[in-house]
């Protein structure tokens, strides 16, 4: 029986008069009983309705973010060493001289024609004296070889001798002038040797490496130096088959270096084939002068080919879940905002924004910030950047 209609009967019995002592004393206890219940009743209701509160879910307050489509220009991204345009090997033609001076050293800047290396001539100075000698000797027995055959003409005219002397006389002539012939190239080879006994640079340029040193004796073909020609750098980009396809002269190649600073380079060229073992091609571009790079760095770079249009979305409403890139796509469909997580595929970044290859259309309006809290048709509460800094506030 419930508890109201047992104080209803209770009430009804008082009215008609009741005056058994007996019976007040069970009426008392009995709305004493039915009081107790109502009160416990009323309690469990109302822990009931809280329990319910509790569980009831609450709407996150997000922002939201729309789709924008945007012009941005194509990027291919690629490493490779840094690397001399054209590096230049000096080395000595004439060996077996000892060096006495250096006009340079690692680092250096020279100038086209700038002495680099003299070697000691004393030797080839006295040997040149000598050819000199025997080429005035040779002048001189042609000399008398020509006279002597010149008077035989004469004398064959005139049948004083016979043609085997005129003969004979005329051979010696020959021989003599080709002796002296051979004296003087003896003498302008040698003199060319102490030409070639200062080495000097084949172009601008600045000194990459430098193998020789003051007192050395030097054999005939060795490399004294090494000089970077213009002081020209270029990078050496590695490329796919697909990338190395979109080259074309004079983009733009923006370098990130080991240090941290950039470098701009334009590029050049393409290598007409690919590498059998890593299937990369290698493009080239030339560097800019002023920068940091040196020879023998390995640098990162962004190659910038003709502009696209792109839908992007800010960075921060891309999450990485399971290895894949993922956004919270908002649902208004209804009277509650909800949100779906959809699966996305990136392309290009560029500064705080990133291309959405596919997976969102321009219309879609995303969570822009804190989609990492939410799961897939969670409600959500739309709120504008302004309130969310007052809130901070």
């Not at 012939?181 to 640079?201: M, N, P, T, Y």
């Amino acid at each position: 029986m419930r508890p109201q209609r047992i104080l209803d009967q209770l009430h009804r019995t008082l009215m008609r008069g009741v005056r058994s002592p007996t019976w007040l004393m069970l009426i008392t206890l009995a709305i004493a009983v039915v009081g107790a219940t109502t009160h416990v009743a009323a309690l469990a209701e109302g822990a009931s309705t809280a329990s319910h509160a509790e569980l009831r879910p609450v709407a996150l307050a997000v922002v939201a973010a729309r789709v924008e489509l945007r012009t941005w220009p194509l990027i291919v991204e690629a490493s490779g060493p840094v690397a001399a345009w054209e590096e230049a090997s000096i080395g000595t033609l004439v060996g077996g001289l000892r060096v006495i001076a250096l006009g340079a050293n690692v680092g250096d800047v020279v100038k086209r024609g700038a002495v680099l290396v003299r070697f000691d001539t004393d030797s080839l100075a006295s040997e040149e004296a000598g050819l000199r000698a025997e080429w005035a000797q040779a002048q001189a027995q042609a000399a008398r070889a020509d006279a002597d055959a010149a008077r035989a003409k004469q004398l064959e005219g005139g049948g004083a001798i016979s043609d085997q002397d005129a003969l004979q006389y005329r051979t010696q002539a020959d021989t003599a002038r080709a002796q002296m012939a051979v004296s003087a190239a003896r003498l302008a080879g040698k003199r060319l040797q102490i030409k070639q006994a200062v080495i000097v640079a084949p172009d601008d340029g600045v000194v990459s490496a430098r193998s020789v040193s003051v007192g050395a004796v030097s054999p005939a073909g060795q490399e004294l130096y090494r000089l970077i020609r213009r002081q020209r750098l270029e990078w050496r980009g590695e490329l796919t088959a697909a990338q190395i396809a979109q080259i074309r002269p004079g983009q733009i190649a923006r370098l990130r270096l080991p240090d941290g600073s950039s470098a701009v380079a334009h590029m050049r060229q393409t290598a007409p084939g690919m590498n059998p073992q890593t299937r990369l091609g290698t493009a080239y571009a030339d560097i800019d002068a002023g920068s940091t790079a040196r020879p023998g760095m390995f640098a990162s770079a962004r190659i910038e080919l003709p502009s696209a249009p792109a839908r992007v979305v800010p960075a921060t409403s891309v999450l990485v879940r399971d290895g894949r890139s993922v956004v919270a796509l908002l649902d208004e469909s209804s009277s509650v905002v909800s949100v779906r997580i959809r699966t996305v595929v990136t392309g290009r970044r560029l500064g705080s924004e990133v291309e959405i290859v596919d997976g969102l259309k321009e219309s879609d309006r995303i969570v822009k910030e804190g989609a990492s809290f939410l799961g897939d048709g969670d409600a959500v509460r739309l709120i504008t950047p302004a309130a969310t800094v007052d809130k901070k506030g």
